[in-house]
């Protein structure tokens, strides 16, 4: 007789576990609603500072819109808020360089707009790019675009920048969002929903007729308006509702 075969018995590999990774802390455990920087009101007075001596500024012009000051002075006087940077809004027609990424503003206007003018600034720019010395603009896109003001905005905590937020969102400015928190600060960015951006241009020619801009013109003004209403609304009520 044969004696039955045992099998034999192995335990199973046992699996390595892997190092457990740090949680990282929420947001509520990061800053708390009404938590601020210690250091928030001198952070305000520096960079107000900077940006009446245009140290700051990172538009085109180097300073502040004027059509946009009196928005700017009236956030900048409350004491839980202070403006970082801003646009008054603007129609801006662009050459967009597909080959070297570069751009060349071929109309810019914070204010509103004469179609006449804008056409004058394209042809000008297409008969420019069609010059031999002028031959890698040809591979170009032109684009129009109308865009809102928008306002940076430094909120001491943030309950402050929560109620700043419902102030523009009941008025319209929908797009109004934190767009950053940290323990040193809470970014807001106070901005409209109308915009337009469109291509009108390619290779060295118009891809449009110039009743076509005459309508976006006419359009942007109408939208570039209603925008600045709308912020003309929300500092009336920062300036009622909101402590100094």
Same mark, same amino acid.
């Given at each position: 007789?044969?004696?039955?075969?045992?099998?034999?018995? *192995?335990?199973?590999?046992?699996?390595?576990?892997?190092?457990?990774?740090?949680?990282?802390?929420?947001?509520?455990?990061?800053?708390?609603?009404?938590?601020?920087?210690?250091?928030?009101?001198?952070?305000?007075?520096?960079?107000?500072?900077?940006?009446?001596?245009?140290?700051?500024?990172?538009?085109?012009?180097?300073?502040?819109?004027?059509?946009?000051?009196?928005?700017?002075?009236?956030?900048?006087?409350?004491?839980?808020?202070? *403006? *970082?940077?801003?646009?008054? %809004?603007?129609?801006? $027609?662009?050459?967009? @360089? +597909?080959?070297?990424?570069?751009?060349?503003?071929?109309?810019? @206007?914070?204010? +509103?707009?004469?179609?006449?003018?804008?056409?004058?600034?394209?042809? !000008?720019?297409?008969?420019?790019?069609?010059?031999?010395?002028?031959?890698?603009?040809?591979?170009?896109?032109?684009?129009?675009?109308? !865009?809102?003001?928008?306002?940076?905005?430094?909120?001491? @905590? +943030?309950?402050?920048?929560?109620?700043?937020? @419902?102030?523009?969102?009941?008025?319209?400015?929908?797009?109004?969002? &934190?767009?950053?928190?940290?323990?040193?600060? $809470?970014? &807001?960015?106070?901005?409209?929903?109308?915009?337009?951006?469109?291509?009108? %241009?390619?290779?060295?020619?118009?891809? $449009?007729?110039?009743?076509?801009?005459?309508?976006? $013109?006419?359009?942007?003004?109408?939208?570039?308006?209603?925008?600045?209403?709308?912020?003309?609304?929300?500092?009336?009520? &920062?300036?009622? !509702?909101?402590? %100094?």
């Amino acid at each position: 007789s044969t004696l039955p075969i045992k099998k034999m018995e *192995t335990s199973p590999p046992q699996k390595q576990k892997k190092p457990k990774k740090p949680k990282k802390p929420k947001i509520s455990q990061e800053l708390q609603p009404n938590d601020s920087n210690p250091n928030f009101d001198l952070t305000k007075k520096q960079t107000l500072s900077n940006l009446q001596q245009n140290k700051d500024d990172k538009s085109r012009a180097g300073q502040p819109d004027p059509q946009i000051q009196s928005f700017l002075e009236t956030i900048n006087k409350k004491k839980d808020f202070y *403006t *970082t940077s801003s646009c008054a %809004g603007r129609l801006l $027609v662009s050459g967009n @360089n +597909l080959d070297s990424y570069s751009v060349d503003f071929i109309y810019v @206007n914070h204010e +509103l707009s004469d179609s006449s003018f804008v056409l004058r600034s394209i042809h !000008e720019y297409l008969d420019t790019s069609a010059s031999p010395e002028n031959s890698s603009k040809k591979n170009t896109e032109i684009w129009l675009k109308m !865009e809102s003001p928008i306002v940076a905005v430094c909120s001491r @905590n +943030l309950n402050a920048g929560i109620k700043l937020i @419902n102030l523009a969102k009941r008025i319209g400015l929908k797009n109004t969002s &934190i767009r950053s928190i940290t323990e040193k600060k $809470v970014m &807001i960015a106070i901005v409209d929903t109308q915009r337009i951006e469109t291509l009108i %241009g390619s290779n060295g020619a118009m891809l $449009v007729g110039e009743d076509f801009i005459e309508i976006i $013109v006419r359009s942007s003004n109408e939208k570039l308006k209603k925008s600045r209403e709308r912020m003309e609304k929300l500092r009336i009520l &920062i300036d009622k !509702e909101i402590d %100094g």
